[in-house]
């Protein structure tokens, strides 16, 4: 199991936030996440095998938010 850290921009309200989780939870491989609307950065619990932090991060740039991984 890896932890990724992804920093996001385009987040403006708690609906933004609902949505970027539920993209990173309908993620195969992703097993869980929290998103921060203060820090605008989402911490996902997934197996790297299965879905590495650039795939995650493009999911979010298809739905129109910046997003990269934050280096650790």
Same mark, same amino acid.
Not at 9 to 21: N, P
Not at 26 to 47: E, F, T, W
Not at 48 to 61: G, H, I, K, N
């Given at each position: 199991? @890896?932890?990724? %850290?992804?920093? %996001?921009?385009?987040? #403006?309200? =708690?609906?933004?936030?609902?949505? $970027?989780? #539920?993209?990173?939870?309908?993620?195969?491989? $992703?097993?869980?996440?929290? $998103?921060?609307? =203060?820090?605008?950065?989402?911490? %996902?619990? #997934? =197996?790297?095998?299965? $879905?590495?932090?650039?795939?995650?991060?493009?999911?979010?740039?298809?739905?129109?938010? @910046?997003?990269?991984? @934050?280096?650790?």
């Amino acid at each position: 199991m @890896k932890t990724t %850290i992804l920093s %996001i921009d385009g987040m #403006h309200c =708690d609906g933004c936030v609902q949505v $970027v989780q #539920h993209l990173l939870e309908q993620q195969v491989g $992703v097993n869980g996440c929290s $998103v921060s609307l =203060d820090s605008k950065q989402a911490r %996902i619990a #997934h =197996d790297a095998d299965q $879905v590495s932090a650039e795939t995650l991060a493009e999911a979010l740039r298809a739905a129109g938010y @910046k997003a990269s991984p @934050k280096e650790s």
